[in-house]
Each structure stands twice: as C-alpha cells, then as structure tokens.
C-alpha cells in the first residue's frame, strides 16, 4: 500500500493507494492554515491500524510551512516504519489529475509571484522548467490554453486569453502520476531563491550581504 502526503498548498490531503492503482481511502480538507494540527491525526485516521508500504509526498512549490509539514511527517513515518518514500511535485500532480493533452500549471508564489510550469504528452512530462514570476511575465512565458491551479484565473487575466480552471493538488490523483514523476528526492521544492543572502566577508576585512 501506498500513503500520499499531500500539505503544499491550502489542502490538507492524505491518501491509501493499493498496489495495482485501487485508491482504498482518503482525507482531504481545505485549511489554508493549520497542517501542522490537522496532518498526522488525518493520517491516522485513514490507516486506521494499516501499515502502508510506502511513501509519496509533495514537495512543492507551494507554502513553505505547509511543504515542511508534509516532508517532516513523511521522513518520519518512513524512518519509523522502514518503508521507502519519494517525492513529486504539487504543480505535476494538478496536471496529471486534470489529464490535458498541454497545459500549464500555476500556484501564488511568494511576494506576488507565480509558480508556473508546463505539462503535457503521453506519458506526462514536464515541458519547461519551474520559474516564479511576476504575473506579467508569468503570462508571457505560458503557451497553453489551458492553466490549472489556485493561480491559473490571474494568470489568465494578466495574459488576457484562455481557459483556467481551479484547482489543487489532492493526494488521491497520485495514481495518475507516471514514474518519473513521482520518484523525486524527497526534499523541498522552493522554486524561488531563498530571500536572505549569506553575509560574506570582503578582501577588507568587512561585511556584505543584503536581505532582498
């Protein structure tokens, strides 16, 4: 049996897959806040006393708290049981449960960006790498018609054309996900550069650095 862990976005969302792709259970709420609370009692509830046999978690992009809830349970879960566990993207997931032909995929980012990616193929692919942008420029680097995800409406207004639709990632889509794409390293996902820059020392002997 495979566990998926899904707490990048405002979704709280668990989810017991079977060996041949049968989903056999799940729990998923909307909670914006509150995934450190709500997550492993979730879990929990769903085992109901099943010992899964691995491990699936988001790593991101997404919220920062919400990524590190997520990935603490699963290390520790995976340390506890001594089971395998790997990672996906929260942006892959969104499109391989939508199952477009193309489309791109878009999440609020930090300081009024937006994580964006492209997907499509068979099997699903990324088609272009991840990148936080401003809205503008957001909309300027998407082809597809269709965007999917909690940012595809404001994308879609700054680009002025296509078709989105709302969505989030939930953990019971993780059947969908071909190989590749869920046997990521099961670290964070930040896509964007960390805010605060490491304070280097000069040739003089003083100090620079900023925070952006």
């Known amino acids: 049996m495979l566990l998926v862990i899904d707490s990048a976005t405002a979704a709280c969302s668990v ?9 056999l259970g799940e729990r998923h709420e909307i909670v914006e806040r509150g995934h450190a609370e709500r997550l492993v009692p ?12 691995s491990i ?11 990524v590190r809830v997520g990935l603490a349970a699963a290390h520790g879960l995976a340390i506890g049981w001594g089971v395998p566990l790997a990672g996906f993207s929260s ?35 990324a088609l272009d790498d991840l990148r936080s942008l401003a809205p503008g420029a957001a909309a300027a680097s998407v082809g597809a018609a269709l965007v999917l995800g909690p940012a595809a409406e404001a994308l879609v207004a700054a680009r002025g054309s296509g078709r989105w639709v709302d969505a989030l990632p939930r953990a019971a889509d993780a059947w969908a996900l071909p190989a590749p794409l869920r046997s ?23 100090v620079e650095g900023a925070m952006t």
């Open 15 to 23: 989810a017991l897959i079977g060996e041949d792709g049968t989903p």
């Open 42 to 53: 979730m879990i929990a509830d769903l085992l109901g006393g099943r010992r899964p046999t």
């Open 56 to 66: 699936l978690v988001d790593c991101g992009p997404g919220s920062f708290t919400g």
């Open 91 to 125: 942006l892959a997931l969104i499109a391989a449960a939508e199952g477009a032909a193309e489309a791109a995929v878009a999440l609020p980012g930090g300081h009024g960006e937006i994580f964006v990616q492209s997907y499509g193929g068979d099997p699903l692919r």
């Open 184 to 206: 990521l390293p099961p670290r964070p996902i930040y896509g964007r550069a960390p805010d605060a820059k490491p304070v280097q020392s000069d040739a003089a002997g003083g």
